[in-house]
């Protein structure tokens, strides 16, 4: 008799823990098709605005770049102005 109860406790048991594994799975599945949905309006919502802040990240880049440029040029310009200088110098 003892062992029918044993053998009952542990079917039960095993039956809880697969209901409540089935429930966490189901829990997880639900919260991430939540979080997908809100994720995916979030960026829909925002896409404008992201797209505004990439073009003005672009331009601030773009802009240090050509100074850097400009710079370098012109030190390279300053640079070949000597050399002709100084070779001028010599043959005079």
Do not use: A, C
Request: proline share 0%; glycine share 2%.
């Amino acid at each position: 008799m003892i062992l029918f109860f044993v053998k009952s406790f542990r079917y039960f048991r095993r039956q809880k823990e697969t209901r409540e594994n089935l429930i966490q799975s189901e829990v997880e599945r639900r919260v991430k098709g939540i979080v997908e949905t809100r994720l995916r309006e979030e960026l829909e919502r925002r896409k404008d605005e992201i797209d505004n802040e990439v073009k003005r990240r672009v331009d601030v880049l773009k802009r240090t770049m050509e100074k850097q440029m400009l710079i370098e040029l012109e030190k390279r310009n300053n640079d070949e102005m000597r050399k002709l200088i100084g070779k001028e110098v010599r043959f005079i």
